[in-house]
């Protein structure tokens, strides 16, 4: 990827996800930052965009659908991945009603978050 290095926001509130995710995400050569409270998160994209945001479901405070759709409406541009461990049918309806660019059932595995990131950063740049 030429140029400037494609932000990626982390979202989950089991802080081994975000873990495992930074470092897999950044050899891969994103900027990556992760949160595992979805208020700080909620904070910090009222002041920083990010290209690609990855969002668990069930959180504290605020939920993933909440978040995506906050995220969408600030940045309309940027790619909102959904992980979750409570996949039905119904969530995962609704987050592509409201934009999601892919919904990841737990437990994954890394080589397929990587693969999806790399889809929507494709996309981001139009090398899809």
Do not use: W
């Not at 069930?58 to 969408?72: N, P, Q, S, W």
């Not at 978050?113 to 139009?126: P, R, S």
Request: charged share 35%; with cysteine.
């Amino acid at each position: 990827m030429a140029g400037q290095k494609l932000k990626v926001m982390v979202l989950d509130d089991e802080p081994i996800v975000c873990k495992r995710l930074q470092p897999s995400l950044e050899k891969l050569g994103f900027a990556v930052t992760t949160f595992t409270r979805s208020l700080e998160a909620l904070e910090d994209i009222e002041k920083n965009q990010y290209d690609i945001v990855i969002t668990d479901l069930k959180m504290k405070d605020i939920d993933g659908i909440r978040f995506l759709e906050e995220v969408k409406k600030r940045y309309p541009r940027s790619e909102v991945i959904v992980i979750t461990g409570f996949a039905t049918l119904d969530t995962a309806k609704e987050s592509f009603k409201k934009g999601v660019f892919d919904f990841i059932a737990k437990p994954f595995k890394l080589s397929e978050i990587q693969e999806v990131v790399l889809k929507a950063a494709a996309k981001i740049t139009g090398e899809a």
